[in-house]
T-cell receptor
Framework: RKEVEQDPGPFNVPEGATVAFNCTYS??????FFWYRQDCRKEPKLLMS???SGNEDGRFTAQLNRASQYISLLIRDSKLSDSATYLC??????????????FGQGTILTVHP | SAVISQKPSRDICQRGTSLTIQCQVD?????MFWYRQQPGQSLTLIAT?????????ESGFVIDKFPISRPNLTFSTLTVSNMSPEDSSIYLC??????????FGPGTRLTVL
């Protein structure tokens, strides 16, 4: 089983739609969680951290369920510029694992007019 | 965030040769990492670049193949040795800043013929 699993998609949605991505992780010792965005032929860029209480940044809402080891990202009112690959990322902490990121395989989103 | 540069941005190399990739950060950072992104895949951690000591390699990666230097807190190099076509990938360095957030360099796109 992969340490971080995502639905690879692709998701094709019209502008203005709401889309949700899901992610599960297998290592219960994981401490920090993130969503990164990667545009074609570019490096991943941090979209947002994910906190246990859930957090929102404009049109983006992230949720974490530690009991189920489940992370989600909701994008409201999709824009054409949201088209990218969204990476679910988990950071193991403690001991020799400090700072090591494990990436999901990414979910491809295409927003069309 | 941090300003991270990598050199070269891309290269095409012959089988059996070696390539050294440089990563420069605009400020001192404690944690630096090297990742690989193979075609159509997500990122995989190669190693943690430790300043003043040997790098810490992940399972499946060895120092003879991927020697790493970290002479100071703003600079690191990764060498891909004795290259084969399977080494064709994007190689990215990253740095960890506050709140466990990591930021990535623009990547080095390597093609091995």
């Amino acid at each position: 089983r992969k340490e971080v699993e995502q639905d690879p998609g692709p998701f094709n949605v019209p502008e203005g739609a709401t889309v949700a991505f899901n992610c599960t992780y297998s290592n219960s010792a994981s401490q920090s969680f993130f969503w990164y965005r990667q545009d074609c032929r570019k490096e991943p860029k941090l979209l947002m951290s994910v906190y246990s209480s859930g957090n929102e940044d404009g049109r983006f809402t992230a949720q974490l369920n530690r009991a189920s080891q489940y992370i989600s990202l909701l994008i409201r009112d999709s824009k054409l510029s949201d088209s990218a690959t969204y990476l679910c990322v988990v950071n193991r902490r403690g001991g020799t694992s400090y700072g090591k990121l494990t990436f999901g395989q990414g979910t491809i989103l295409t927003v069309h007019p | 965030s941090a300003v991270i540069s990598q050199k070269p941005s891309r290269d095409i190399c012959q089988r059996g040769t070696s390539l050294t990739i440089q990563c420069q950060v605009d400020s001192q950072v404690t944690m630096m990492f090297w990742y690989r992104q193979q075609p159509g895949q997500s990122l995989t951690l190669i190693a943690t670049a430790n300043q003043g000591s040997e790098a810490t390699y992940e399972s499946g990666f060895v120092i003879d193949k991927f020697p790493i230097s970290r002479p100071n807190l703003t600079f690191s190099t990764l060498t891909v040795s004795n290259m084969s076509p399977e080494d064709s990938s994007i190689y990215l360095c990253s740095v960890q800043r506050t709140a466990n957030e990591q930021f990535f360099g623009p990547g080095t796109r390597l093609t091995v013929l």
